[in-house]
């Protein structure tokens, strides 16, 4: 349990994301959340289901996880444990997790990390269901590529977009304003499909996935969403990011 929590984290609070929705059963576990801006939507499924995380409830302030998860106390043979209370739902008596309990190998130092509950957590993250579009445009991102567009950001650091266009079968990103300062560069040499339409794309939260650890998978709709996967081996996050608008 500490290495998902340990990599949820990870492929989460970069993008500013604060919480995180758990629905698990003993066959499946899924994550969804949503950035406060909405400018990304994350789905994601563990590769296998986790028994801790049965039943849905909420990892608030993912902050206080992740530095609870950084403390050298718990680095090492670490004892991590689902606190629960008892539920009664129609005449049945079920365990609600309500939160993890850390304590270190020495047993002398020890913290518990709050879940939110069902209810609550199903108010708050209710419009995360991503609807599903058509792909014009799908490929697996070289790390040249990725390198190449933090370059061209920090070039046009004073823009938040970027356009990306299909020419001549090569997946082009164009950042700025011809009337000013202005760059673009060549992301995929070869890519299947076109795209027709000009969409922008969020250079920040677009780099910031890119970033993180994992294979990954880049799509881009003519309806105006793209969506970057990334496998990190426990769990794979599925990154929906609508486009923006001028």
């Known amino acids: 349990m500490q290495d998902h929590l340990l990599d949820i984290v990870k492929h989460t609070l970069p993008l500013g994301i604060e919480l995180i929705k758990i629905t698990g059963s003993k066959t499946d576990t899924q994550l969804n959340s949503i950035a406060e801006d909405r400018s990304v939507i994350i789905e994601a499924k563990l590769k296998a289901p986790l028994a801790e995380f049965q039943g849905t409830f909420g990892l608030p302030n993912l902050t206080k996880l992740n530095t609870i998860l950084g403390i050298p106390e718990y680095a090492k043979e670490a004892n991590l444990s689902i606190l629960t209370q008892d539920k009664e739902v129609d005449g049945t008596v079920t365990k609600i997790p309500t939160g993890v309990s850390f304590v270190n190998k020495a047993g002398?130092?020890?913290?518990?990390?709050?879940?939110?509950?069902?209810?609550?957590?199903?108010?708050?993250?209710?419009?995360?269901?991503?609807?599903?579009?058509?792909?014009?445009?799908?490929?697996?991102?070289?790390?040249?590529?990725?390198?190449?567009?933090?370059?061209?950001?920090?070039?046009?650091?004073?823009?938040?977009?970027?356009?990306?266009?299909?020419?001549?079968?090569?997946?082009?990103?164009?950042?700025?304003?011809?009337?000013?300062?202005?760059?673009?560069?060549?992301?995929?040499?070869?890519?299947?499909?076109?795209?027709?339409?000009?969409?922008?794309?969020?250079?920040?939260?677009?780099?910031?996935?890119?970033?993180?650890?994992?294979?990954?998978?880049?799509?881009?709709?003519?309806?105006?969403?793209?969506?970057?996967?990334?496998?990190?081996?426990?769990?794979?996050?599925s990154y929906i990011i609508p486009a923006q608008t001028k």
Do not use: C
């Open 108 to 237: 002398d130092f020890k913290n518990d990390y709050r879940f939110m509950g069902a209810e609550i957590i199903n108010d708050k993250l209710k419009a995360v269901k991503f609807r599903g579009v058509k792909w014009n445009v799908d490929f697996a991102p070289a790390v040249a590529s990725i390198t190449r567009l933090r370059y061209q950001a920090a070039a046009n650091s004073d823009v938040t977009t970027f356009i990306a266009k299909t020419e001549n079968g090569a997946l082009k990103f164009y950042f700025g304003d011809a009337a000013s300062h202005a760059g673009n560069f060549t992301f995929e040499a070869q890519v299947q499909g076109t795209l027709t339409k000009a969409w922008s794309w969020p250079v920040s939260q677009v780099n910031t996935i890119l970033a993180l650890a994992g294979d990954k998978t880049f799509k881009i709709s003519d309806e105006g969403a793209a969506m970057i996967t990334v496998d990190s081996g426990l769990i794979e996050y």
